[in-house]
């Protein structure tokens, strides 16, 4: 073959080369579009469920349906919101864990169904960090201990002593077996040594009936509806649950400040917020996380929030995630030592 044709061949052999790895570059393009469209959809698209595993009116309701018009506005989706109290908060905690891993289905829990569960449910039918991803806190804030108008202790060094002289006379409402709620006071008879009947409810509002109509004499719980049954003269608080005094409640001692050795140091947070199925595409995670921050910096959702007692938190997955692990560390061994437990 003459030389001229031989350097024109490779040349056509060369462009050929050329031809054939753009276009597999451009197939391998192709792929790796169509997986990070997967992976990142334009979410959401359709109407997204919130369950919340509390009655209307709750603590829990209050924040979902503050955030609820923002997040609509935020996300272009209508967020509705379903209320799912039943078994301290462990049914729809359980709903949402088994449900489809792409978003539109969120739970609003809290401590009990995911931090205290797996300690207190033998057959709890989920695994927390397993089966549930977190995506934000939404609130976080102490407990208040909190009595009928006429009961005889005024603080907690008087309760405690007139537990201990009266053991099982007395009875603690609480919001929920396994709840924060309910730990609390459990806590509270682990370190004193005294013992009162735990009386449960599905969620704060029939809780609160049961102590204005004196079926109850005691509660635990945020001060999301105490509050306004303190300000109209029908309960008064004994302490609240944080180691420095609340900024809501400047008045009100810690159990930490009373004079009984065994609560120095005591400490009992209610804490909530949103998580999605497991294996939730991350892009769609952070989506989700980006619209609640969002709400929960909203001036006026602040204000609501704050004015029922409770205080936005906000932040990153990792951060809930840590949370979780942390609780569930601590209270284990006082669930074990208080012997609550549910079949």
């Not at 204005?212 to 105490?226: H, K, N, R």
């Amino acid at each position: 073959m003459p030389m001229r044709s031989h350097r024109q061949q490779t040349r056509r052999d060369m462009k050929q080369h050329k031809l054939f790895f753009k276009g597999v570059l451009a197939v391998v393009a192709a792929l790796l579009s169509s997986a990070a469209h997967a992976q990142a959809p334009s979410f959401p698209t359709k109407t997204i469920r919130w369950v919340v595993v509390a009655p209307a009116g709750s603590s829990l309701d209050v924040i979902a349906r503050a955030m609820q018009p923002k997040l609509k506005d935020l996300l272009g989706q209508a967020v509705v919101v379903e209320n799912k109290p039943q078994a301290g908060g462990t049914l729809g905690t359980a709903e949402v864990a088994k449900s489809a891993p792409d978003g539109y289905t969120w739970v609003m829990s809290f401590n009990g169904p995911i931090a205290y569960g797996p300690h207190i449910y033998p057959k709890l039918p989920y695994q927390p960090l397993k089966d549930l991803q977190p995506v934000m806190i939404t609130t976080s804030q102490p407990n208040v201990i909190a009595a009928n108008v006429n009961f005889p202790a005024n603080n907690m060094t008087e309760l405690v002593k007139l537990l201990r002289a009266n053991p099982g006379k007395y009875n603690f409402a609480s919001v929920g077996n396994g709840s924060s709620s309910h730990l609390t006071m459990e806590y509270i008879k682990s370190v004193t040594h005294t013992f009162a009947v735990h009386i449960p409810f599905n969620g704060s509002p029939p809780a609160m009936m049961a102590m204005l109509s004196g079926e109850t004499q005691l509660i635990a719980s945020v001060p999301t509806v105490i509050a306004p049954q303190v300000r109209q003269g029908k309960l008064k608080y004994l302490g609240v649950t944080s180691t420095q005094r609340y900024a809501l409640l400047p008045d009100v001692p810690t159990v930490a400040e009373s004079d009984m050795a065994e609560l120095k140091g005591f400490e009992a947070l209610a804490w909530n917020g949103v998580l999605v199925a497991a294996n939730t595409p991350r892009p769609v995670v952070d989506r989700i996380n980006a619209a609640l921050n969002a709400a929960l910096q909203d001036p006026a959702i602040k204000t609501t929030l704050r004015n029922a007692g409770l205080e936005p938190v906000g932040g990153t997955p990792e951060q809930f995630t840590q949370l979780i692990q942390n609780e569930s560390t601590k209270w284990a061994p006082i669930i074990q030592r208080s012997g609550a437990r549910i079949d």
